[in-house]
């Protein structure tokens, strides 16, 4: 089904850092008694035993592998590739001053915890490449703070709720190779920090909205692989900045105001061709950087 692997196009100049905060030695353990409790959660929800990196109870939480630190407080969980085995518990909600989760490529399973709407201060929160289900909290509009928000490759369903909308900081989302439907939101539209927008292959429907002619500084676009109809909006020719564009393998009626794109300084440009090739006539091709879809395995650090 070819699930596991995503097109992302070429690095982009986009570069957020994830380690923000480096976890120091400090003699003895300066977390708080709460944060700590929520590690230990953590550990035993995903069979912490079985980890390619263990965590020595035993030890301060400051040698724990993956985890900074600052004033005391928990701010980074970052255990990437680590055998994570299990579900993420209802406790990480209490984890009041985390930044950075990232518990990308494991094994984690169930639904999202819907405390995770309670981590308002944090900036990164990458759970691809995992077996999460469910759908999303309608109230993920209240996490205002995130710069970076990748789901793809899991089980994720329903719809996307539309108070993403109101994350007004969000440089990066993407919830590609997931099992969304129904619309698009017009919400997406408010996401004018917005660079990549990832909905790849879900089963999503109806137009491409209109609004997201608003995310002038959009460079990657992938909607690929749904079933989504209607005609493409003329307003996606105001993202003058847009270097990957694929919309093929959806059910769209009319291809013509692909006509106002500029495309001279795009790296794919891909869409319908033979659907397409009535309303094209006049289009000038040599304009037009063409590149096959390629898919790759991805670390999307």
Not at 141 to 165: D, E, H, R
Not at 192 to 221: D, K, Q, W, Y
Request: hydrophobic residues 40%.
């Amino acid at each position: 089904m070819g699930r596991m692997k995503l097109f992302l196009g070429r690095k982009k100049s986009v570069f957020i850092v994830f380690c923000l905060f480096s976890v120091g030695s400090f003699g003895q353990d300066p977390v708080d008694r709460h944060d700590r409790e929520v590690l230990v959660d953590l550990y035993e929800s995903t069979n912490g035993g079985q980890w390619t990196d263990i965590w020595d109870l035993e030890k301060p939480v400051s040698e724990w592998h993956g985890i900074g630190i600052k004033d005391g407080k928990v701010v980074a969980i970052e255990l990437f590739m680590n055998n994570l085995v299990g579900h993420i518990p209802e406790s990480i909600g209490n984890l009041e001053r985390l930044t950075v989760l990232n518990l990308a490529f494991n094994e984690l399973s169930g639904e999202l915890p819907a405390s995770i709407t309670e981590l308002t201060r944090l900036r990164i929160l990458i759970l691809e490449m995992n077996r999460i289900r469910g759908k999303l909290p309608e109230d993920i509009g209240k996490m205002k703070g995130l710069w970076k928000l990748s789901l793809y490759n899991n089980f994720l369903t329903g719809n996307i709720p539309a108070s993403i909308g109101m994350l007004s900081e969000l440089k990066i989302l993407n919830l590609s190779s997931n099992n969304f439907k129904g619309a698009i939101p017009e919400s997406l539209g408010n996401l004018t920090r917005l660079e990549n927008l990832g909905l790849f292959e879900n089963s999503l429907e109806g137009a491409i909205p209109r609004e997201l002619g608003n995310l002038v500084h959009l460079r990657e676009l992938v909607m690929a692989n749904n079933r989504l109809d209607g005609e493409i909006p003329r307003e996606l020719g105001q993202l003058a900045g847009l270097e990957i564009f694929q919309i093929q393998n959806n059910r769209f009626d009319s291809y013509g105001n692909l006509r106002f794109m500029d495309t001279k300084k795009m790296l794919v440009f891909d869409y319908d061709r033979e659907e397409a090739k009535k309303e094209f006539g006049n289009v000038n091709g040599a304009r037009t950087r063409m590149a096959d879809t390629k898919f790759e395995d991805v670390d999307d650090n």
